[in-house]
């Protein structure tokens, strides 16, 4: 016998079906295949965008694979869950440390097992071919995380593009170079640990990026601090050749910091001495350790080191020697600075105090602020300059100066990060009394990122032209309450006494 129901009832569940047909084909299905198995992620309550994470984009890099070059992902059956971030990389958890509040700094728990990324979509299906950020944390290559608060992609993804973030290995579990290490790899190398993290990801979004909505071709590397050293490091490497097709470094890229590199050798030397401060006579018996004891300088350790190293493999140069042959990852290319974080590197001769003193009638505070700014805007320039001679892409420069709203804390300013929750569009991760120019600014600086992101140029519809810095256009773009180009430095004589400076350190 045919059962029959209320019309109430019918009528009900028709708009169910409906609502949930409609959801369904405004936004991409939250269960996506990649090349490991199936992943779960969640739509936000507005139905505008799929966060996915907790993705493993390498296998866990703990035993044996300790200080080994990332290996592929371990399958999974069945569905897995990704709608909430897995641990962050072993580091010294701060909590804060201000200006840093706890929206900056990592939360969560941290482990060995920390090779994930975290994806958010606005895609209405896997067919859009979305242009792809990718962004690279900060914190000096010791502390950081994809999780982290400020990092937060949802408001940036509703620009309509696909944000990433990224765990990579920290401080000497991504850095150590050692002897015993580089006769064991087959590429006779070691070190650069947490680079090939970052190169590991951007392999993984290439191969699997299409199934959340995105362009492979169209991959935006952006990082800031240690996350901009990396991008900056990557334009450099051989093995990042084709993975991405834009970069942006904030506060990270410089005519004086591009020129310093460490050989192999010396490293190895480092290894040496660091395997002594642990205690340990093997290689085997440091991988044995505790992540954290190896991690941690004890009291009565010496603290040894670790960066970048020019190994001939991940790295065959400074920065200086390989855009001199014109051997870089040649792309569109966005860099600035905070001018709370800038400081005057120069002489204080006679031209300093006729150039800048003066003209702050005596403030010795105010011209060193002055001749600050200026010294960092240049250079920045110095730098586009002498990748203009090898590069054929447009290089942008941007000065940001808003100050983070915060009455108990006005003598932070613009400090090193703040542009983060601006960049992000991420004001609401903050309790902090945002205004209206504060939102403005949020916007827009989210909107030139992602318009650089699409096109490899910052500029669009409602946006200040922002032009891009050249020898015959000495000018930034200001961003802050006043949004506009602005000089390098004041006068023509600035410009070039503190080019001399530059040029010849």
Known sequence: MKKSYPLIFIVLLSCLVVTSCSMKSGLIDPVVETQSGLLRGLANDAGTVVAFKGIPYAAPPVGDLRWREPQPPEPWEGVRDATEFCASCIQQKAGARLPWSE?????????????????????????????????IHGGGFTEGSGAIDVYDGEELAQKGIIVVTINYRLGVLGLLVHPELSAESPNKVSGNYGYLDQIAALKWIQSNIANFGGDPNRVTIVGQSAGASSVRSLIISPLA????????????????????????????QRGLEFMATKGASSLAELRAMDPMDIFITAPGQTTIRFGSVVDGYVFTGSSMDVFAAGEQNDTPFMTG???????????????????YLASAQGDSLLAGQVAAQEYSRLNAYLWLDYRARTSTTNGYIYYFDRAIPW??????????TGEVPYVFNNLKMLDRPWTDVDRMVADMMSSYWANFAKNGDPNGEGLPVWDPTTSDNRSVMRLGEDMGMIPIAATEERFDFLGKQLISR
Request: negative net charge; charged residues 25%.
């Open 407 to 416: 009455p108990e804390h006005p003598e932070f300013g613009a400090f090193h």
């Open 337 to 355: 600075m905070n001018m709370s974080e800038l400081r005057y590197g120069g002489a204080r001769n006679d031209d300093y105090y006729r150039l």
């Open 241 to 268: 050749k084709g993975l991405f097709h834009r970069a942006i470094t904030e506060s990270g890229s410089s005519y004086t910091g591009s020129g310093n590199s460490t050989s192999l050798a010396d490293a190895e």
């Open 103 to 135: 929206e900056f700094m990592v939360q969560n728990e941290i482990s060995e097992d920390c090779l994930f990324l975290n994806i958010w979509t606005p895609a209405k299906k896997a067919s859009d071919k979305l242009a792809v950020l990718v962004y």
